[in-house]
């Protein structure tokens, strides 16, 4: 059954979680290891997008021979080594944002390109899985963001109706797939800061997660 409520999705990498920079870090390393250029530039594109679309986009700027899954699991391992001694750096503002709508019995989805089991895993370590009525992982569909695929499905499991949905995002992909789903997004940004295209297709872009809880409290 579909309900008229308002409800709110999450993405998680750089929203949730300030794992972006990580990721990035590591393939920087990687690439000064094996001396390949501009991945920094190239990770950028790939900001948003499932394990399958981020392989396309490496490989079609670097070519076909380049060994993406060789290096993609030693990025991996370095980032796993990272968080197992330090910890997933958690956003400001993310367990007070949580506990708020928890609060307010608005319904909380999460709809990540990251693989279903590392967003449980990662999602668990933080002591934040139970805040989520339904979890969406990247490789549960075919089509990555920036389609609408996984928020729509996501909406759907939650029985809540799309353009009743606030989507809080942080990438140019991420706010193309709410958008394209007809939900209300919502940009905090991370690595990148909103240009034209996202102000145009975000209903607010806003500093932090504190300033969407603030947000909220007006609207919700």
């Given at each position: 059954?579909?309900i008229?409520?308002r409800?709110?999705?999450?993405?998680?990498?750089?929203v949730?979680f300030?794992?972006?920079?990580?990721?990035?870090?590591?393939?920087?390393?990687?690439?000064?290891?094996?001396?390949?250029?501009?991945?920094?530039?190239?990770?950028?594109?790939?900001i948003?997008?499932?394990?399958?679309?981020?392989?396309?986009?490496?490989?079609?700027?670097?070519?076909?021979?380049?060994?993406y899954?060789?290096?993609?699991?030693?990025?991996?391992?370095?980032?796993?080594?990272?968080?197992?001694?330090?910890?997933?750096?958690?956003?400001?503002g993310?367990?007070?944002?949580?506990?708020y709508?928890?609060?307010?019995?608005?319904?909380?989805g999460?709809?990540?390109?990251?693989r279903?089991?590392?967003?449980?895993?990662?999602?668990c370590?933080?002591g934040l899985y139970?805040?989520?009525?339904?979890?969406m992982?990247?490789?549960?569909?075919?089509?990555?963001?920036?389609e609408?695929?996984?928020?729509?499905?996501?909406?759907?499991?939650?029985?809540?109706?799309?353009?009743?949905?606030?989507?809080?995002?942080?990438?140019?992909?991420?706010?193309?797939?709410?958008?394209?789903?007809?939900?209300m997004?919502?940009?905090?940004?991370?690595?990148?800061?909103?240009?034209?295209?996202?102000?145009?297709k975000?209903?607010?872009?806003?500093?932090?997660?504190?300033?969407?809880?603030?947000?909220?409290?007006?609207?919700?």
């Amino acid at each position: 059954m579909t309900i008229k409520k308002r409800a709110v999705i999450f993405d998680m990498d750089g929203v949730i979680f300030d794992s972006e920079r990580l990721i990035l870090d590591c393939w920087e390393q990687v690439a000064e290891k094996y001396h390949f250029t501009n991945i920094r530039e190239v990770c950028i594109d790939c900001i948003g997008t499932n394990k399958v679309r981020t392989k396309e986009i490496v490989c079609a700027y670097y070519g076909e021979s380049f060994p993406y899954d060789e290096y993609s699991k030693e990025v991996s391992g370095l980032f796993r080594e990272y968080i197992q001694t330090k910890g997933l750096p958690v956003k400001r503002g993310v367990e007070e944002l949580l506990q708020y709508l928890q609060d307010k019995r608005i319904p909380i989805g999460l709809a990540s390109s990251t693989r279903l089991a590392v967003v449980e895993e990662e999602l668990c370590q933080a002591g934040l899985y139970d805040y989520f009525q339904v979890v969406m992982g990247g490789d549960q569909l075919k089509r990555s963001k920036p389609e609408p695929d996984i928020y729509l499905l996501t909406c759907e499991k939650m029985g809540v109706l799309p353009e009743r949905v606030y989507a809080i995002e942080d990438s140019y992909n991420g706010i193309r797939s709410a958008y394209s789903a007809g939900m209300m997004p919502i940009m905090v940004p991370d690595i990148l800061q909103a240009d034209e295209e996202m102000k145009e297709k975000s209903i607010a872009v806003l500093e932090d997660l504190f300033q969407v809880k603030y947000y909220f409290s007006a609207y919700l």
